[in-house]
């Protein structure tokens, strides 16, 4: 049995194996040709502390390389919802004299970009180095590297305490967490807060988004884990609020012990989660399997279609693919290639399963009769600026919640 990276204990009930994956955003090393980097993508859960988690960890390095492809800017969607975050901590956290805030995995630097206007004082950390210098070159103050508490006190020294030190979609990326939570304790100012967003495990299960399981998500968060996990690095979970990006994700605030009051939400939070019994090994187990009848139907709609002729492009070369194809031994032979707005993506194969990567314009010519929609989580941007596809008598295919076609 496992022993639970988080509480230590040997606790954990297996609820999911993907067998042999690939790394997720690894499109060059797929193009490059050769021999790519694997291991075992497998879920648990730990009845200790509740937290969802991955039974083995894919090394960090090669997880966020310096040439890694995901850029947050890409979608309209996310350039919004980075703005409106900025705006949130700007109006509430930042208001004191000279402020100071410090992101952690700031990628193309789109959320600090609001920060830098309004004149407040910032910093961006990120090992992606190709990443950050977008960042940099919109005027962005970022640092390339991982954040840890020898970097926290780097910082510290250099700019003084933070009040806020703010990320999305990292903290559950990375296994060893204390060295956040140290670092995070090293940097804020006394009443800061540190806020975090992240997909919630609660949406995952409900929606059966078993895609959003792969190597860069080693922890699936829920509200009564994190408080936990906040809990034993010396930190209160004081406000959760539900955000609809990437199909379902909670901002969490956390502040040392004691320093302030838990909102209303968390105790909100914490009773829904136990009516959806979230603390139940059984609820993953049944997800577990509901993913796999959602493999099966995908895998035979798509065969179906091939034997009658049909043609299907993929759209969107999330790293949620990189599990579907994978795991569902989904390849150039059912669907050609997959179309992405993302220039480092472009001209690549995807990891694993090896479809070719293409520019958007592909779609058009001509249109295929079926798109996979690999980025489920843009489907309204992106069935708004391919209009002329649904037009000419395409049809979209999803595999979430379950598969259909629109
Ligand atoms: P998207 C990544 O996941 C990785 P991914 C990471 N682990 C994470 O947690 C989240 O992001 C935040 C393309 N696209 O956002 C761009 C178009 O082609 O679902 C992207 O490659 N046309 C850090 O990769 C992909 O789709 C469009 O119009 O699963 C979307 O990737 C739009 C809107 C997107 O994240
Ligand atoms: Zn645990």
């Given at each position: 049995m496992n022993a639970c990276r988080i509480c230590g204990e040997k606790s954990i009930v297996e609820f999911f194996d993907f067998a042999r994956?690939?790394?997720?955003?690894?499109?060059?090393?797929?193009?490059?040709g050769g021999r790519e980097f694997a291991f075992r993508l497998a879920a648990g859960f730990c009845t200790g502390c509740t937290m969802a988690q991955q039974l083995e960890e894919a090394?960090?390095?090669?997880?966020?390389?310096?040439?890694?492809?995901?850029?947050?800017?890409?979608?309209?969607?996310?350039?919004?919802?980075?703005?409106?975050?900025?705006?949130?901590?700007?109006?509430?956290?930042?208001?004191?004299?000279?402020?100071?805030?410090?992101?952690?995995?700031?990628?193309?630097?789109?959320?600090?970009?609001?920060?830098?206007?309004?004149?407040?004082?910032?910093?961006?950390?990120?090992?992606?180095?190709?990443?950050?210098?977008?960042?940099?070159?919109?005027?962005?103050?970022?640092?390339?590297g991982l954040f840890a508490e020898p970097t926290a006190l780097e910082i510290r020294a250099a700019d003084g305490p933070a009040n806020v030190v703010y990320s999305a979609n990292t903290i559950s990326h990375i296994p060893g967490i204390e060295s956040i939570f140290d670092g995070v304790r090293a940097l804020l100012a006394p009443g800061g807060v540190f806020v975090f967003e992240d997909r919630y495990v609660s949406d995952i299960v409900e929606n059966t988004y078993f895609d959003q399981i792969y190597d860069a998500h080693f922890y699936l968060f829920a509200v009564r884990s994190v408080q936990a996990m906040a809990a034993r690095?010396?930190?209160?979970?004081?406000?959760?609020?539900?955000?609809?990006?990437?199909?379902?994700?909670?901002?969490?605030?956390?502040?040392?012990?004691g320093e302030r009051r838990p909102r209303a939400s968390v105790g909100e939070f914490l009773a829904r989660e136990r009516e959806r019994n979230l603390s139940d090994p059984d609820v993953y187990r049944a997800f577990g399997a509901r993913a796999r009848a959602t493999c099966g139907n995908l895998?035979?709609?798509?065969?179906?279609?091939?034997?009658a002729g049909?043609?299907?492009?993929?759209?969107?070369?999330?790293?949620?693919?990189?599990?579907?194809?994978?795991?569902?031994?989904?390849?150039?032979?059912?669907?050609?290639?997959?179309?992405d707005s993302t220039p480092a993506k472009q001209g690549t194969l995807t990891p694993g399963s090896h479809i070719?990567?293409?520019?958007?314009?592909?779609?058009?010519?001509?249109?295929?009769?079926?798109?996979?929609?690999?980025?489920?989580?843009?489907?309204?941007?992106?069935?708004?600026?391919?209009?002329?596809?649904?037009?000419?008598?395409?049809?979209?295919?999803?595999?979430?919640p379950d598969v259909h076609i629109v």
């Open positions: 994956q690939p790394l997720s955003n690894s499109f060059a090393d797929a193009a490059a090394p960090r390095d090669r997880v966020f390389p310096a040439d890694y492809p995901y850029r947050s800017s890409e979608s309209a969607g996310s350039r919004r919802h980075f703005t409106e975050a900025a705006k949130t901590l700007i109006a509430t956290e930042l208001t004191g004299s000279d402020p100071f805030i410090v992101e952690i995995g700031s990628n193309d630097g789109i959320m600090l970009r609001t920060v830098k206007e309004a004149g407040i004082r910032h910093l961006g950390v990120d090992p992606a180095k190709d990443a950050a210098e977008l960042a940099a070159a919109e005027g962005v103050r970022v640092r390339v690095f010396g930190f209160d979970l004081i406000d959760a609020e539900h955000l609809p990006v990437h199909g379902g994700s909670i901002r969490y605030t956390v502040a040392r012990s895998t035979a709609l798509l065969r179906d279609l091939r034997a049909r043609s299907v492009v993929g759209y969107g070369a999330t790293a949620k693919s990189a599990t579907v194809t994978n795991y569902c031994g989904i390849g150039p032979d059912l669907v050609p290639f997959i179309c070719p990567v293409r520019p958007p314009e592909a779609f058009s010519r001509p249109y295929p009769d079926y798109a996979l929609l690999f980025a489920w989580n843009h489907a309204e941007e992106i069935m708004a600026k391919e209009r002329g596809f649904r037009d000419a008598g395409g049809k979209w295919i999803l595999y979430v």
